[in-house]
């Protein structure tokens, strides 16, 4: 057996090193494969330099997570810098619970983690808003002695509140004996996100007693949560506020207001906005065209999709995998099947983002055969399918009224892929059973859900029962459902009509009243409207107007 060489050429040795470094930094992966076939040739010892670790890292920056993982197997006592990467690169492509095993096996190896190891397992437990693993990691911190350290704990934060557990990241946020801005930003964009804009306002203006003056990203945090909250005139309060304490609003702040209209469904005052953006000479990047897609989507206007995506295309974004995924969805949303494919055959490196959106849009538009072979295959590319993969297939097999294929693929969730049943798992599965006239099986189903019912999956449930004729088995689930704690009217609505229909009108009292007690209100709809000049309204009333508002950079 051929041993490594103790002492080869030193600067061979810190070349090849140096190599495998840029490659990490450049996402090379071809390089990086000469690089560790040269290493492989000249038999020097892999303990040198970290050898191990930097292949492990330059296999893993590069998206190549089986050579990194049979790298880190074959590595005698890997240190704590290869877990990191493995840990990293696994989260960063949805694979949050290997991402977690692999924290495990260091542990079960005696690998002491650093303070790097817990921010990116947290990450990971945040990708599966999984909060009994993160309080499991929360413990094993404390026992290590990291719980003081600052970066640490603002990832606690970020990971409770973003699980929706804002009480526990309090409580760590006021057991920290020093805090950053980050802390504090972390905090408010919790309150934020949840819409308790006046707990983040009295942290904001606490911040700044306390001697923390907001940086770019704390303005921004509220910025968006009062755009996200639909409320243009709060935004642009603060956003003024900011102007006058001697801040320049700079292209993070545009994006936050860009990003919260669009997700509070504001998309002709997101659009409008991002022209004010160009107007006052801010140049976009790919968070602002990512925060800006959906909103073409939610228009439909394929138009002003195609305008951003010649932008992004000159901008040298297109190939971008994040930029990439958004535009998949825009062009799904927007009806455009073939320049979604076009765009997602064109993604040098792909991650199951975007695998995700393409198996979606072929299931939204009904080539459900074209969205199956892609789940397919994405396993034979090596890459390993998540929660959103799943709703994305069933979602398919239940427009195409493939039963038994979506039965097979449910079933087979947490024996063969290891992944967790959740709510929107089983409204697919249900909303398949339903389309298919399968009312017994749904009914059945329903019954034995382990987990609580959502408003999507009792919408599927009664749009079933009144579609197929089966208004006996809604009224057998209807004393349940009206005991629950619903938002949305669907389910209400359709029971409401299920009584109607039948003549029954003591219960559809009963369920208006039960909706008014609940405080749940059926909204108008509204539609689109593409005018000449390219803007587009909607037919709702009250809509805060951009232009009378007079936002635009201050001269």
């Known amino acids: 057996m051929m041993k490594p060489l103790p002492f080869p050429n030193v600067l061979f040795s810190e070349h090849l090193g140096f190599l495998l470094q840029r490659c990490i930094k450049c996402k090379a992966l071809q390089p990086g494969k000469q ?12 303990k040198i330099l970290s050898m191990s670790s930097k292949l492990v890292g330059m296999y893993a920056s590069c998206g190549d997570l089986q050579s990194a993982k049979l790298v880190l197997e074959r590595t005698q006592n890997p240190n704590v810098f290869a877990f990191n990467w ?27 983690a650093n303070k790097f190891t817990f921010s990116i397992v947290l990450k990971a437990c945040l990708g599966l808003t999984d909060f009994d693993k993160g309080r499991e990691v929360h413990g094993v911190i404390s026992r290590s002695g990291f719980g003081n350290v600052v970066s640490v704990a603002n990832s606690l934060i970020d990971m409770y509140c973003k699980c929706g557990h804002l009480g526990y990241g309090r409580k760590v946020f006021d057991g920290m004996i020093e805090r950053d801005v980050v802390s504090w930003t972390s905090m408010i964009c919790g309150y934020c996100n949840i819409g308790l804009l006046e707990k983040a306002l009295v942290l904001f203006e606490r911040m700044k007693v306390e001697g923390l003056e907001p940086n770019d990203f704390t303005w921004n945090a509220m910025i968006a949560g009062y755009a996200r909250d639909g409320d243009c005139n709060g935004a642009f309060v603060l956003f003024s506020r900011m102007v006058r304490e001697g801040l320049v609003p700079d292209l993070i702040t545009w994006n936050a207001m860009i990003s919260g209209f669009t997700q509070s469904l504001r998309a002709v005052e997101a659009w409008r906005l991002f022209q004010d953006m160009l107007v006052a000479g801010i140049k976009p990047n790919q968070v602002t065209v990512t925060g800006l897609l959906p909103a073409c989507g939610l228009m439909g206007s394929i138009h002003r999709g195609k305008e951003l995506h010649g932008l992004i295309y000159r901008m040298g974004l297109d190939m971008n995998v994040f930029v990439a995924t958004a535009l998949i969805d825009m062009y799904s949303k927007c009806g455009s099947v073939k320049n979604a494919w076009d765009v997602f055959d064109r993604i040098p490196i792909k991650n199951v983002a975007s695998w995700n959106a393409m198996i979606g849009c072929y299931g939204k538009h009904g080539l ?4 199956i072979q892609l789940f397919e295959r994405i396993q034979a590319e090596g890459m390993q399918p998540n929660y959103i993969t799943f709703i994305s297939v069933l979602s398919a097999c239940s427009h195409g009224g493939l039963v038994e294929k979506g039965l097979i693929i449910f079933r087979s969730m947490k024996e063969k892929y290891g992944v967790e049943i959740s709510q929107e798992h089983y409204s697919c599965v249900l909303d398949l059973l339903c389309r298919s006239g399968k009312m017994v099986e749904a009914y059945e189903l329903f019954k034995e859900m382990p987990i609580e019912v959502t408003d999507s999956i009792i919408g599927a449930f009664f749009n079933g029962c009144k579609v197929h004729g089966r208004r006996d088995l809604a009224k057998l689930m209807a004393e349940d459902i009206l005991r629950m704690e619903l938002k949305k009217p669907g389910g209400f609505v359709t029971l409401s ?23 749940v209100h059926k909204k108008p709809g509204f539609s689109w409207v593409e005018k000449r000049d390219g803007f587009v309204e909607s037919e709702t009333r009250n809509e805060c107007k951009i232009a009378e508002t007079g936002i635009g950079m201050p001269s």
């Open 368 to 371: 459900v055969d074209s969205s």
């Open 35 to 46: 690089a560790h076939a040269m290493l492989l040739a000249s038999r020097i010892d892999m």
């Open 497 to 519: 009509n299920i009584y109607a229909a039948d003549g029954e009108w003591d219960g559809v009292e009963n369920i208006r009243k039960v909706m008014k007690g609940k405080g």
């Open 86 to 112: 493995m840990v990293s690169a696994l989260a960063f492509h949805g694979h949050h619970e290997e991402a977690i095993g692999y924290f495990s096996l260091m542990q079960e190896l005696g690998i002491v």
